[in-house]
T-cell receptor
């Protein structure tokens, strides 16, 4: 199965600032997925990132708030922009490799103060 | 639209007792089904998955799940629970290929010594 390195593992940020989360995969993948897990909640898909094209955002998520880059087949970033305390969550990236199903990064625990 | 229901928000069992976590899904075709476990402060770990074939699926850590198409269910079972099994368990459904996963709300498992 794929191995995902996600950085940073956690951060505490001031409201109004932005944080960029990085996701590095040890194999080439077509799609990368970004999820949000709010405190005590399940996972919600933010967007799907394809290499060489615009990310596809789910209802309730917009590019201005969560810009995504996908410069190559092993790397992606998610930026949480103009943060507010409501953005405090765990953010996870995920990939599908072959028949292994979906592998998840260890997550970025974000606290906005 | 796809959806996943985990009816039990919180379950408590005694160590050594058997366990069954319920999962019902809604999907128009044959779904791809997954169970993930999330320990406190950790990322998601895949326990098992069902794509096709034998409806009884064996996973890691002694877990198994049974796909029942007639009941739209994919319940997770373990014959004897260990204290280290205390965690949050998520059922998820996917459309296959490189499509997104839809997660249930999760079931938090507590294990009494």
């Amino acid at each position: 199965s794929a191995v995902i390195s996600q950085k940073p593992s956690r951060d505490i940020c001031q409201r109004g600032t932005s944080l960029t989360i990085q996701c590095q995969v040890d194999s080439q993948v077509t799609m990368m997925f970004w999820y949000r897990q709010q405190p005590g909640q399940s996972l919600t898909l933010i967007a799907t990132a394809n290499q060489g094209s615009e990310a596809t955002y789910e209802s309730g998520f917009v590019i201005d708030k969560f810009p995504i880059s996908r410069p190559n087949l092993t790397f992606s970033t998610l930026t949480v922009s103009n943060m507010s305390p409501e953005d405090s969550s765990i953010y996870l990236c995920s990939v599908v490799v072959g028949d292994d199903g979906y592998t998840f990064g260890s997550g970025t625990r974000l606290t906005v103060v | 639209a796809q959806s996943v229901t985990q009816p039990d928000i919180h379950i408590t069992v005694s160590e050594g007792a058997s366990l069954e976590l319920r999962c019902n899904y809604s999907y128009g075709a044959t779904p791809y089904l997954f169970w993930y476990v999330q320990s406190p402060g950790q990322g998601l770990q895949l326990l098992l998955k069902y794509f096709s074939g034998d409806t009884l699926v064996q996973g890691i850590k002694g877990f198994e799940a049974e796909f029942k198409r007639s009941q739209s269910s994919f319940n997770l079972r373990k014959p004897s629970v260990h204290w280290s099994d205390a965690a949050e368990y998520f059922c998820a459904v996917g459309a296959g290929g490189y499509n997104k996963l839809i997660f249930g709300a999760g079931t938090r498992l507590a294990v009494h010594p």
